[in-house]
């Protein structure tokens, strides 16, 4: 099982406007609630995109989330800082784990955020 904890909403942020199948696996919206979710996002991805997905999630690096972070607002500033940092990239290191796993696989997988 692949944990993201509330790192699916940065995942979403950097991944907004790349252009590779990554972004697939962060898709999705909850309706939020102060005593937690109303609804959670649930969705499945085929043994292809679980490949194609960790394929390009292996070519994604700490530059790359430090570029695809700056100005986001969920940090306590509009830059972030190395805790900020290294908090998405444990999360990413765990992604690409794990797609890359499932890839060899052959499995697809089921994911919800919520």
């Not at 939020?32 to 994604?60: K, R």
């Not at 306590?76 to 696989?105: C, I, K, W």
């Amino acid at each position: 099982m692949l944990y993201l904890d509330k790192c699916w909403r940065e995942f979403q942020f950097m991944f907004r406007d790349h252009s590779g199948p990554a972004g697939t696996l962060f898709e999705g919206q909850v309706t939020t609630a102060p005593e937690g979710w109303h609804y959670a996002y649930t969705s499945v991805l085929d043994p292809i995109q679980v490949e194609e997905i960790a394929a390009d999630l292996s070519t994604v690096t700490g530059e790359d989330i430090h570029i695809w972070l700056e100005g986001y607002r969920l940090f306590a500033s509009d830059n972030p800082t190395r805790d900020d940092l290294d908090y998405v990239m444990g999360y990413l290191a765990d992604a690409q784990e794990f797609t890359t796993r499932l890839a060899q696989d052959g499995d697809g997988l089921v994911y919800m955020i919520g």
